[in-house]
């Protein structure tokens, strides 16, 4: 591939900081809610289906342009992933969702996206190449409203009729077949900073004998585990212009290769209750991020307030 364009570039509304506000409120209701039904908790992936010990290793043949951040030299970081179903419930794992495949990776430095010291650098990827919604607006108003009792979502509905379309929508996003964690791909779905470029991102799961009779997602990735390592590479898809690879619109799957900057390796391991307990305490944020791996776009610079809000929460119960 040639040098992909360094020619993206933000466009924040003036009014985004009142906006971004006002849906972190939203998000922040009904996680009081739901944590006032089912005990402290996320607002999203509020289910851990698993905490695993991980690697991350970067080699040491990426063109000079993928020689950015974590990237930026050959190396092997410990890591911990949080595997999550995507609601503000506790449902059982056959119930259609979006699954969650949190990173934490450790031994940063450098300066970071908020400002300090750099130590860690998270990735909080979904089972969705793109978001169901272009801005932070709408999907904020069909996540809380999928959220809510049947009484609340119908007197909703009764107000706004034209909700319903766009509910049905992601209704159906969510009854695409899913395999489980370790077979399946999952995305960051809005893009980061790649040093001077920007990226979407991707974990390509490398196991492809996904069990048709699994309904227990931590049993099937264990099972696995018990056995043998798993592996998934780690690639970005480049920033080409705005048309095939929007920077603001997340509801775009962007027209651009993957290319494969590195390697994640779950190794073997068994179910570890002390680990689990710590991973469900940790906080997994795309803004804990070196400063060349900064999140990019409207919905991404809605999520800083909204996952601030959100720990905020959690560390006040």
């Known amino acids: 591939m040639s040098v992909p364009s360094a020619g993206w570039r933000e466009l924040v509304g003036a009014d985004e900081e009142e906006r971004h506000r006002r849906q972190a ?8 809610r739901k944590s006032a039904e089912f005990g402290g908790g996320r ?26 951040g974590l990237f930026r030299v050959p190396d092997k970081y410990d890591a911990w992933v949080r595997l999550s179903n995507g ?35 998270d990735f909080a990827l979904i089972n969705h190449e793109r978001f169901s919604s272009a801005t932070s607006e709408e999907f904020t108003t069909i996540v809380t409203l999928a959220g809510e ?5 119908l007197s909703a509905l009764v107000k706004k009729p034209g909700l319903w379309p766009r509910l049905t929508k ?25 040093g001077p470029y920007a990226v979407r991102v991707r974990l390509k799961a490398l196991a492809d004998d996904p069990d048709p009779d699994a309904t227990d997602w931590a049993a099937d990735i264990f099972n696995r585990l018990i056995a043998g390592p798993l592996g998934y590479d780690f690639q970005v898809q480049f920033f080409v212009d705005e048309q095939r690879t929007p920077i603001e619109d997340a509801s775009v799957a962007w027209d651009a290769p993957y290319e494969t900057v590195g390697r994640l390796t779950l190794p073997r391991q068994k179910p570890d209750p002390a680990l689990a307990e710590e991973i469900e305490a940790a906080v997994f ?12 776009g409207e919905v991404m610079r809605a999520r800083k307030v909204a996952y601030l809000a959100s720990q905020q929460q959690r560390d006040a119960r």
């Open 285 to 296: 944020d795309p803004w804990n991020a070196k400063a060349e791996h900064r999140p990019l």
């Open 170 to 194: 992601v209704r159906d996003a969510l009854r695409e077949p899913f395999s489980g964690f370790a077979t399946q791909d999952f995305f960051s779905a809005a893009p980061i900073a790649f």
């Open 43 to 68: 607002a999203l992936h509020r289910k851990q289906v698993a905490a695993l010990r991980a690697t991350v290793t970067v080699p040491a043949e990426l063109p000079e342009y993928a020689r950015q």
């Open 25 to 32: 409120e939203m998000f922040g209701e009904l996680q009081a």
């Open 87 to 121: 609601g503000f419930n506790r449902a059982p794992d056959h119930v259609p969702d979006v699954r969650g495949f949190s990173i934490k990776v450790f031994g940063m430095s450098g300066p970071a996206a908020l400002g300090g010291e750099a130590v860690c650098q």
């Open 149 to 153: 009792t049947k009484g609340r979502l």
